[in-house]
């Protein structure tokens, strides 16, 4: 660095800087360096301080994300205290503020997946996310047509039905109901290609509703 200041000292000069000015430029750039230095400091998450600021500044942030996948918003929010719990039991993590928000996503990602593998083999899944389904047709006041919707659902397959309200509730990628639902990418598409095909000859007399409520 003392040589970069040196070199740079000669290119000012000759541009003409007084000294106060070139002074002021280093300074700036001395700050730069320190800020670079402070954020990539390696913090350790068993520090109580640091992981109170942790907690503090990122908690609704990982719910809000969380929230992308969970539905429940009480769900979400477990899992991100279940993360803060697990990271403070993990004594020598280390992170630095420009890994934690990535390594954060990825753990809270990878535990909303390992939810719904969980929640998937119960009898009861398909019925509580046709409920969600219902739900969420009920909060649009001005669709009066959720009961012809809701009998078109009814006309899926089982394996249909439940990739297709995954996608639909949940927002997931292909790649991530194929995931939880153990099957491949193609058969994920496959599933939802033939949703589509259904719920369109179910309601061809609503055409416009179709293509109003999917896209």
């Known amino acids: 660095i003392t040589n970069s200041f040196t070199d740079s000292s000669y290119v000012f000069?000759?541009?003409?800087?007084?000294?106060?000015?070139?002074?002021?430029?280093?300074?700036v750039f001395l700050q730069k360096i320190i800020e670079y230095c402070r954020l990539f400091k390696l913090m350790e998450i068993a520090n109580e301080q640091i992981f109170e600021k942790?907690?503090?500044?990122?908690?609704?942030?990982?719910?809000?994300?969380a929230c992308r996948y969970i539905t429940d918003s009480q769900t979400a929010e477990d899992i991100v205290q279940t993360f803060f719990i697990s990271i403070w039991e993990k004594k020598h993590l280390t992170v630095t503020q420009e890994t934690f928000l990535p390594y954060a996503y990825r753990a809270i990602r990878n535990s909303c997946i390992n939810?719904?593998?969980s929640e998937?083999?119960?009898?009861?899944?398909?019925?509580?996310?046709?409920?969600?389904w219902n739900l969420q047709l009920d909060?649009?006041?001005?669709?009066?047509y959720q009961?012809?919707?809701?009998?078109?659902?009814?006309?899926?397959?089982?394996?249909?039905?439940?990739?297709?309200l995954l996608k639909c509730i949940t927002g997931l990628k292909y790649k991530e109901i194929?995931?939880?639902?153990?099957?491949?990418?193609n058969t994920v598409k496959y599933h939802l290609g033939e949703a589509f095909r259904i719920m369109k000859e179910e309601l061809?007399?609503?055409?416009?509703?179709?293509?109003?409520f999917f896209f």
């Open 204 to 212: 061809k007399h609503l055409t416009f509703i179709f293509f109003y």
């Open 54 to 65: 942790l907690f503090r500044d990122h908690y609704s942030l990982l719910c809000n994300y």
């Open 13 to 27: 000069k000759r541009k003409g800087l007084s000294s106060t000015q070139f002074i002021c430029i280093k300074l």
């Open 147 to 164: 009961k012809e919707v809701q009998l078109a659902l009814q006309k899926l397959p089982e394996k249909c039905r439940k990739v297709f």
């Open 115 to 117: 939810y719904y593998k």
């Open 178 to 185: 194929a995931e939880i639902s153990n099957i491949s990418v």
């Open 139 to 144: 909060d649009k006041d001005d669709f009066i």
């Open 120 to 132: 998937i083999i119960k009898e009861d899944f398909i019925a509580s996310l046709t409920e969600e």
